[in-house]
């Protein structure tokens, strides 16, 4: 007879088997990953491109990558978009700090096709005006409703505190669009994308043939490996409210600068950062969601740069509940910092941890991801496999010890907007 | 093809196994057939904060995050105006944990105060977030009240206000669970690298216990037909002028759904539909277009939605939307946008069907339509429409008095 009150037993994860993808090389230190042997007829191609909002302005990257494909000399923005159509191929461009990504998806029968028709129109693009114009007019609108939400207002806040007067801190405003030339823009593009490829992903069944013909196709347009910009940040901590009088919630956001993955530090960190506010179970989801109902919800999370990272907990709250809930937050970390995390609590989330991993290594493109997640930093699969040792041995001493080390009240910059 | 097994337990349970050999994950996926439409008008907002309290432990399990967590796993859930769908992923060896989980909610709920009360003030404050404290973020609060007069889709999932989530009783929660969350009006699917009979023999071990209860009728009103086109104008502090025309379209197992699905997408095509090129390339009448439909189980909306350029009026637009929509019920789709919409399509649904979570959600809501195989008959549905179908359909989608347009107007100096 079932006894419903018994929770069944559980199997722990002991290894989980990664897979790397094989690596050609297109120029020195230009490196192509082809993931094949796909179950399916999906396949993507990923270009990567040191061309992201550090390595001159964030208006310069973020309208270069938009008008990539909008025309030739021989071709119209229309047309080059219903060749891509005729493959059934999907297209897109996203810019970070670091780096900007332009990705086709197709059916593997046609992503040589459609890589064909990308490489025509992004070699010979000429940013014909009118298509500037455009691109300017509706982005400047999008623009205008982002920055009437709190917490777009919070988070761009806070990064320019955090990242001071670095590259890393810049914004596009409203009166940058005014200013755009179409030179610029060339420029930019001949500087950081005809020659500012960085690495090619690839997934896909297709014959070796294609992958090398797009791999030569790819030796025109390389640059160099990634550098980031010089970037050094005081870590002093600020505290600022800005009131926005007809906003019914306040955004939180609180953080500092933090290191990546090629610091010793990291798996630990990440195993408290989780415990503190990156699962639903969370200490700051039960207490200010499930205890208090003060938010929809609250975490906390940590980005990876090239040569740093952040740490970051973000929340919108009722508009009378900002303090308290800054309070809770203090509460909560220096709980951390003063007691041991319960066994069954640490136990809960090593188990929880290592099967997100697991999840994470799940099929062709999400292990591609993992992947590129330690290439990034230089590293090798085998981080993962040190992860997982780390995070079973992992002890309450020591992430007690990593709250004292790095997460010091007076070392967090808090920022309210609403 | 996805390949599935269907059996279902004494009690009523639907359950639906599709074989993945290659994942090391399990996905647990609950239907209940029951959402927002099921509600009454002065008891609105329900479902969803039903799907909440449903994470507030069960009648042997205090908690039910927690033990999935130490499986390795997660969950979440979401309710839509015809659905309330939960999912676990975890690890498959912890498939036994999922299923405990979930039968245990499935035959009671702990009902607390403490988690109704913070339940109710965490979706009061998912409210404000979504839909109060956003630009354009209450348009579908007052747009489905002007497009339904009758049919409980006139209120959104979140609710039609505040108060009524303030209002909700622990007996309204329990008369709520009594009803609607029950083996048969649930739909199970499990994916994963097991054997049938091991599936059939763990989930009749958790479910097979539950009382049986009588799925109850659902009987909504109809919406009526209209007799001319209405229109209404909100002020709101926002950045430009908005507008979204909506068009009453056929319910989701009527052949018309397909061609409405498949008109929007060529419409609403980016940087090269006639939408797109007439309004913002050549005449700079907007910053933003796009068409897309509902995707309802009852008779839906085809939207037409987009911003409007400074200094442009709504009634320059009108004339436009309307000479473009003339253009779809006059002129036949060209053999080659169709072939291109086509293969479009084919691309979306093989990337889509990668996913474990889409793949048995899709199957657990094309069991809710009536067979899950609907799953691999769609992509056929598609492949054979031709351009005289959608001219003959959009004749009928967009007559005038079908149509209702919500303007959003820019406050002054805002």
């Given at each position: 007879m079932l006894n419903r009150q018994v929770a069944p037993k559980l199997t722990p994860i002991k290894s989980i088997d990664f897979s790397v993808p094989e690596m050609f090389e297109i120029h020195a230190g230009i490196p192509l990953y082809w993931k094949n042997n796909i179950a399916n007829e999906t396949a993507k191609i990923e270009l990567h491109f040191n061309a992201g909002t550090t390595v001159e302005t964030p208006i310069l990257a973020s309208l270069t990558a938009g008008l990539l494909i909008t025309g030739t000399k021989a071709k119209?923005?229309?047309?080059?978009?219903?060749?891509?159509?005729?493959?059934?191929?999907?297209?897109?461009?996203?810019?970070?700090?670091?780096?900007?990504?332009?990705?086709?998806?197709?059916?593997?029968?046609?992503?040589?096709?459609?890589?064909?028709?990308?490489?025509?129109?992004?070699?010979?693009?000429i940013f014909p005006e009118k298509e500037v114009q455009e691109i300017c007019n509706e982005r400047q609108e999008k623009l205008k409703v982002q920055l009437q939400k709190v917490n777009v207002l919070a988070q761009r806040k806070i990064q320019q505190v955090l990242f001071e007067e670095t590259p890393y801190a810049q914004f596009i405003s409203q009166g940058d669009y005014a200013n755009v030339k179409r030179a610029d823009l060339i420029e930019f593009h001949h500087k950081h994308y005809l020659n500012g490829l960085s690495k090619v992903f690839l997934v896909g069944d297709f014959s070796e043939e294609v992958m090398l013909d797009i791999k030569t196709a790819c030796a025109d347009f390389t640059g160099k490996a990634f550098k980031p910009v010089n970037s050094s940040f005081s870590g002093k901590a600020h505290i600022d409210h800005q009131e926005k009088s007809d906003a019914l919630q306040?955004?939180?956001?609180?953080?500092?600068?933090?290191?990546?993955?090629?610091?010793p530090d990291f798996i630990t960190f990440s195993v408290l950062n989780t415990i503190l506010g990156d699962?639903?179970?969370?200490?700051?989801?039960?207490?200010?969601?499930?205890?208090?109902?003060?938010?929809?919800?609250?975490?906390?999370?940590?980005?990876?740069?090239?040569?740093?990272?952040?740490?970051?907990?973000?929340?919108?709250?009722?508009?009378?509940?900002?303090?308290?809930?800054?309070?809770?937050?203090?509460?909560?970390?220096?709980?951390?910092?003063?007691?041991?995390?319960?066994?069954?609590?640490?136990e809960l989330v090593k188990s929880y941890l290592l099967g997100q991993l697991l999840k994470a290594a799940d099929g062709p493109y999400a292990m591609l991801d993992l992947f590129s997640g330690v290439e990034l930093h230089g590293m090798d699969i085998s981080f993962y496999n040190k992860y997982i040792q780390k995070v079973q041995e992992i002890t309450a001493e020591e992430i007690r010890e990593m709250a004292r080390k790095h997460l010091d009240w007076k070392s967090l910059s808090i920022i309210s907007v609403g | 093809m996805i390949h599935f097994e269907r059996f279902k337990l004494d009690?009523?349970?639907?359950?639906?196994?599709?074989?993945?050999?290659?994942?090391?994950?399990?996905?647990?996926?609950?239907?209940?057939?029951?959402?927002?439409?099921?509600?009454?008008?002065e008891?609105?907002?329900?479902?969803?904060?039903?799907?909440?309290?449903?994470?507030?432990?069960?009648?042997?399990?205090?908690?039910f995050d927690g033990p999935l967590q130490a499986a390795g796993g997660e969950s979440n859930a979401f309710t839509s105006n015809d659905i309330t769908n939960y999912y676990d992923v975890l690890p498959a060896h912890n498939l036994d944990t999922a299923l405990w989980?979930?039968?245990?909610?499935?035959?009671?709920?702990?009902?607390?105060?403490?988690?109704?009360?913070?339940?109710?003030?965490?979706?009061?404050?998912?409210?404000?977030?979504?839909?109060?404290?956003?630009?354009?973020?209450?348009?579908?609060?007052?747009?489905?009240?002007?497009?339904?007069?009758?049919?409980?889709?006139?209120?959104?999932?979140?609710?039609?206000?505040?108060?009524?989530?303030?209002?909700?009783?622990?007996?309204?929660?329990?008369?709520?669970?009594?009803?609607?969350?029950?083996?048969?009006?649930?739909?199970?699917?499990?994916?994963?690298?097991?054997?049938?009979?091991?599936?059939?023999?763990?989930?009749?071990?958790?479910?097979?216990?539950?009382?049986?209860?009588?799925?109850?009728?659902?009987?909504?009103?109809?919406?009526?037909?209209?007799?001319?086109?209405?229109?209404?104008?909100?002020?709101?502090?926002?950045p430009a002028d908005a507008f979204y025309y909506a068009f009453k379209m056929p319910e989701r197992k009527h052949p018309g759904y397909y061609f409405a699905d498949l008109l929007s997408d060529i419409m609403g095509r980016e940087k090269v539909s006639k939408m797109y090129v007439e309004l913002i390339k050549k005449q700079k009448l907007v910053s933003e277009i796009n068409a897309y439909i509902t995707g309802s189980i009852d008779e839906g909306l085809f939207i037409i939605t987009g911003k409007l350029n400074e200094g442009k009026s709504f009634v320059e637009l009108d004339k436009e939307i309307w000479k473009i929509i003339t253009h779809y019920t006059e002129t036949l789709i060209s053999k080659k946008e169709l072939e291109q919409i086509k293969i479009k399509l084919r691309t979306a649904r093989a990337f889509q069907d990668q996913g474990l979570l889409n793949r048995a959600m899709n199957l657990s809501f094309f069991e809710l339509l009536g067979d899950a195989n609907?799953?691999?008959?769609?992509?056929?549905?598609?492949q054979t429409i031709n351009a005289e179908d959608l001219r003959t359909f959009a004749k009928q989608l967009f007559l005038k008095k079908n149509g209702v347009l919500l303007k959003v107007k820019k406050k002054k100096n805002a």
């Open positions: 119209s923005a229309i047309q080059i978009q219903h060749a891509l159509d005729a493959v059934g191929a999907y297209y897109d461009v996203s810019v970070s700090q670091e780096q900007a990504i332009v990705t086709l998806y197709a059916l593997n029968g046609y992503l040589k096709q459609a890589f064909d028709i990308f490489q025509e129109a992004f070699t010979a693009a306040t955004a939180i956001r609180i953080g500092k600068i933090m290191f990546n993955k090629t610091h699962y639903f179970g969370s200490r700051l989801m039960s207490n200010i969601r499930e205890d208090k109902g003060y938010t929809y919800g609250i975490g906390s999370y940590m980005m990876e740069n090239t040569h740093f990272g952040y740490f970051m907990i973000a929340t919108e709250v009722a508009k009378e509940v900002r303090e308290a809930t800054i309070q809770e937050v203090k509460h909560e970390i220096e709980k951390l910092q003063t007691d041991l995390v319960p066994v069954e609590e640490l | 009690n009523g349970l639907t359950v639906i196994f599709h074989k993945e050999a290659s994942t090391p994950m399990a996905v647990v996926n609950l239907l209940y057939d029951v959402g927002a439409r099921d509600e009454k008008e008891k609105t907002g329900f479902a969803h904060l039903f799907e909440h309290l449903m994470f507030g432990g069960s009648v042997n399990i205090p908690d989980l979930e039968s245990d909610r499935m035959l009671s709920l702990a009902f607390t105060d403490k988690s109704l009360e913070v339940q109710r003030n965490v979706v009061i404050e998912e409210f404000k977030q979504r839909y109060l404290n956003q630009p354009y973020g209450d348009v579908w609060l007052e747009l489905r009240p002007l497009a339904y007069t009758k049919h409980p889709y006139k209120w959104a999932t979140i609710g039609k206000e505040i108060k009524h989530i303030e209002d909700a009783k622990m007996s309204d929660v329990k008369a709520f669970f009594k009803k609607h969350y029950h083996p048969s009006n649930c739909i199970l699917c499990v994916i994963g690298n097991f054997e049938l009979d091991y599936v059939k023999e763990r989930i009749d071990h958790f479910f097979g216990t539950i009382p049986k209860a009588k799925k109850s009728a659902r009987i909504l009103p109809l919406e009526p037909m209209r007799d001319r086109f209405k229109s209404k104008t909100i002020v709101r502090n926002v609907g799953i691999n008959e769609e992509q056929e549905i598609y």
